[in-house]
C-alpha cells in the first residue's frame, strides 16, 4: 500500500454542509411571517438565503482547490485593502440603526468587517509564522501585531460596532498567545485597553442603557424592559420550546413579537422550535468544528497552516459562543450572527472562503492519506499493469 496526501477532512465539511441545510429550514420557519408582510411571499427572505449559502458554497470549494501557501504575499495588501474598505464604509457607508456598517457595491451590499475579520487573522498567521524568534520581544515582535489588530478594532468600533470589535480583537490576541507571545505583554495589552473601553461605552447612552439592564441597573422598569425586550422575546422562546420543542415551523416569537428572529435572535427559533435537544444538536455541530478544526492545526505542515487553522476554526466556535450567550442572556444583547446559521451575506460567504482555506490545509495533513493500489513489479517481457482506485 501507498499514500499521498490529498484527502480533506470530511468531517468538518460535512459538519457545515448540515448547518447550512439546518440554516435554511430555521430561517425559513423564523422570517415568513416578516417576509409575508414586507414582501408578500413567505418565502422571500429564505430565498436569497439559499442563493447566499450557494455563493458560500463556491467560495468554499474554490478555496479547497487552492494552495494555502499562495495566501502568503497577498495577506498584507488584503489586509491593508479591507482597512480602506472600512474607511470607506465610515465615510460613504449606509446607516441602519444607527451604524455605518454596510457599503454598496453596484447594488450588492458588502460587510467591510467580515472581510477585515479575516484579513487581519490570515495576516496575523503569516507574521507568526515568520517573526516567532522576534516575539518575545516587546518593541520589534509584539508591538507590530498589536498595531494591526488595534487598527482594524479601532475602524470596526467608529462604525460603531463594538461586539464584532471586541471579538475580533479577543480573536487577534488568541492567535498572538498561542503564537507564543508573553503573557506579561498580553495583560499589559489588556490593562491599557480597559480604560479606552470604558469610555467607549458611556460615550453613547444606548451601550451604557445595554449594559446597565444586564447587569441589572437599568433603573426602573419600564426602561429596563424596553432595553432587554428582545432578550426578553428571545427567552420566551426558549421556556416554548422546553425540551423537545413546539415543532418545525410551529414557532410563536417569529410572529413578530422577537424582532431580527432570522438574524442575529434565530438560537431562541431553534430553541422555540426544537427544544433543549435541538440547541444541544447544534452546539454539537460546533463543538465537532473545534476538535476537528484544533487536530488540523497540530498536524499542518508549517507554521502559517497551523496559525491558519487556529484562527479560522476560533472564529467560526467563538461566533457560535458569542451569539448563543447573547440569546440566553448570558452576555449583553449584541448584533453577533450564528456562522452558517443567520440569515445573512457577507458573514456566510466569507465563513464559508475561511472553511474551504482550512480544508486546503486538512488536505496537506497525513490526517487522511488517500489509499493506492498497486500491483507489485514482476519479471516479465511486458511492464506490470498498475490499478489506481
Not at 21 to 44: E, I, N, R
Not at 206 to 217: A, D, E, P, Q, T
Request: glycine letters at 10%; hydrophobic letters at 50%; zero cysteines.
Amino acid at each position: 500500500m501507498a499514500s499521498q496526501r490529498n484527502h480533506i477532512d470530511r468531517i468538518t465539511l460535512f459538519v457545515v454542509l448540515i448547518l447550512m441545510v439546518m440554516s435554511t429550514f430555521v430561517v425559513y420557519s423564523a422570517s415568513s411571517t416578516w417576509a409575508m408582510q414586507k414582501m408578500q411571499s413567505s418565502s422571500g427572505l429564505v430565498n436569497k438565503h439559499i442563493i447566499k449559502i450557494l455563493i458560500g458554497l463556491v467560495a468554499m470549494f474554490f478555496a479547497i482547490n487552492i494552495d494555502y501557501k499562495k495566501y502568503k504575499p497577498l495577506t498584507k495588501w488584503v489586509l491593508i485593502f479591507s482597512l480602506l474598505l472600512l474607511v470607506a464604509t465610515r465615510v460613504m457607508g449606509g446607516e441602519v440603526k444607527g451604524a455605518a456598517r454596510w457599503l454598496s457595491l453596484g447594488g450588492f451590499s458588502l460587510q467591510p468587517s467580515e472581510i477585515a475579520k479575516f484579513a487581519l487573522l490570515f495576516h496575523l498567521s503569516f507574521l507568526l509564522s515568520n517573526k516567532r524568534d522576534k516575539l518575545g520581544d516587546f518593541k520589534t515582535g509584539f508591538m507590530p501585531l498589536m498595531i494591526w489588530i488595534s487598527g482594524v478594532v479601532g475602524l470596526v468600533m467608529i462604525q460603531p460596532n463594538f461586539s464584532t470589535g471586541a471579538l475580533i480583537f479577543i480573536l487577534g490576541m488568541i492567535l498572538v498567545f498561542v503564537g507564543g507571545a508573553r503573557m506579561k505583554h498580553v495583560l499589559l495589552s489588556l490593562s491599557a485597553l480597559i480604560p479606552a473601553l470604558l469610555v467607549y461605552m458611556v460615550s453613547a447612552p444606548y451601550r451604557m442603557k445595554r449594559i446597565l439592564s444586564f447587569v441589572g441597573f437599568g433603573g426602573d422598569e419600564a426602561v429596563t424592559t424596553t432595553a432587554n425586550y428582545q432578550l426578553l422575546q428571545g427567552i420566551i422562546g426558549f421556556g416554548n420550546g422546553g425540551i423537545f420543542g413546539v415543532g418545525m415551523g410551529m414557532s410563536k416569537q417569529r410572529d413578530l413579537f422577537l424582532p431580527e428572529s432570522y438574524g442575529d435572535f434565530i438560537f431562541s427559533i431553534v430553541g422555540e422550535e426544537y427544544g433543549l435537544i435541538g440547541t444541544m444538536i447544534f452546539m454539537f455541530l460546533f463543538l465537532t468544528i473545534l476538535l476537528r478544526g484544533l487536530k488540523i492545526a497540530r498536524y499542518a505542515p508549517d507554521d502559517f497552516g497551523k496559525y491558519l487553522a487556529i484562527g479560522i476554526t476560533s472564529t467560526v466556535v467563538v461566533y457560535a459562543l458569542g451569539n448563543a450567550l447573547v440569546t440566553l442572556g448570558l452576555a449583553p444583547t449584541t448584533g453577533l450572527p450564528m456562522p452558517f446559521v443567520s440569515y445573512g451575506g457577507s458573514a456566510i460567504i466569507f465563513s464559508s472562503f475561511a472553511i474551504g482555506v482550512l480544508l486546503n490545509i486538512s488536505s496537506q495533513t497525513d490526517l487522511h492519506p488517500r489509499e493506492r493500489m498497486y500491483v507489485e513489479p514482476t519479471v516479465s517481457v511486458e511492464p506490470a499493469v498498475s490499478k489506481i482506485y
